[in-house]
């Protein structure tokens, strides 16, 4: 391994500086068999694979889209593009052709690896958007990637000079206007964060955290995974979160990073109470978590599950008191050096504690913006360079903030976010449909289940399953509708809005008994 002197760059500097701190320690641990992998192994992978792309020409600043499923590889590219200078595009391993064909477009990537038993139609397609390096990847490290990699022995040399507003990642959200836009994460961003919850959460190289969350999206990919690189810590890596091998792990792990689902889930398990007492901290976010849920657990296991609060464009922004009160149903107070304010729609001054307004916040941890849409960043900042999350929320008398709803109609179905307008539009390119409104109803496993209202243009002439078939052929199985409903109209105010709150009344209880 190199020494850590070529570290001191700004990528996330800290990152590398710590993963050559302890190079004998485990980094990660696999619950599916495999041999874990130090500090060191990983790192020298890394290199391997930097230089790799290194020789392959990539410059500072291309795109790298990574379409594989949750694997030790997933991480090593991440850590690998970043030392390359690259940006690195991590795509949910599920997204269908045509939604991949979309960010290939978008981002034009020097190269993209994809999964090697969708090699075909992925190679099809790269091809189309111009990438200009396209290798797969499959399990035990088959495909052309790897066979590049074994095909000689790259020499790393150096990581490339980043500096601290350099871009490392771009990470695609949804928009309310139906197309994923790309948030741009700066190093400055990432390594902020990661030292901030390292220290605010106390995390250090005792520590063990059960990593259960995908590597496409900013909990999983910078929370979970800076915070372990950073402090030292290992990783108990999980390819998907499952009730029986997170409390198995329990009781030789310290730390679990979840969205409530997983909560709600693992509360289900008679075993609960005995698995969890060796664990230090609990923590939950991307989505909102019932105040019940937080007292069942406590009573349950005795911990007070750590709610903290995110997005993908500005990482981690509040979070409950590691020491102190952690509030159910509040997510806490802005981390050191961010500041968040509550402002008023219409006078866009500060509104008063317990009262309503609009979430906006300034810090180190915000993104720089969205990939080629200065005009989309614009809005989403006000002039003075406070960010405008699109979350309404309230700050109680202690400084508690709460998340009461979302601006924007986001659905949050399972942890993923779900923007009704991009169902919508896959909706209404059916034939047969004249219109269509998405709304997101309580679900007691996902917490919001999709819901499909179509008004068709004759009566009859379309059926559940043809909704069905396109749909799956066209989105992600998490942004498919659990329930279809066929009416005459969309109930509409007067200023012809569709009223979603009302078809939210109306089908609200549709999943009570699941
Ligand atoms: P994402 O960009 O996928 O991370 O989603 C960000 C959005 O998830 C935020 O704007 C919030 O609406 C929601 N969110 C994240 N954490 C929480 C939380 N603890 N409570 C309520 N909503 C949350």
Redesign the pocket.
Known sequence: MQSSSYLSNALVSLLANHLSDYPDTTLIRFTNGEAPITRAAFFSTCERYCAFFQNSGLKQGDRIVVQTPKSLDSLCLYVATIMAGGIYIPLNPDFTDTEVSYYLNDSQPTIFICMLDRTNTLLQIARESNVRHIYSLGVDKSGSFYEHINSQNYEFTSVAERHEEDIAAILY?SGTTGRPKGAMIPHRALGSNASTLCKQWKFSKEDVLIHALPVF???GLFVATNVALVSGAEMLFMDKFDTEKVIQAMPSATSLMGVPTFYTRLLQHPDLSSAAQNMRLFV??????LAQTHEEWTKKTGHAIL???????ANMITSNPYDGIRKAGT?GMPLDGITVRITSEETKEEVAEGEVGSLEMKGPNLFTGYWQNPKKTAAEFRSDGYFI???LACRDEDGYIS?VG?EKD?I?SGG??IYPKEIETVLDELTGVSESAVVGVPHADFGEAVIAVIVTQQEDELSQSDVANYVSSQLVNYKRPKHVAFVSSLPRNSMGKVQKNLLRDQFKTLFESD
């Open positions: 959200t999206h900013t909990h939950s976010g991307s989505a909102p978590l709610e903290r609060y995110g997005m993908t464009e997510v999350s699109g979350d998340i979302r986001l949050i993923f976010n």
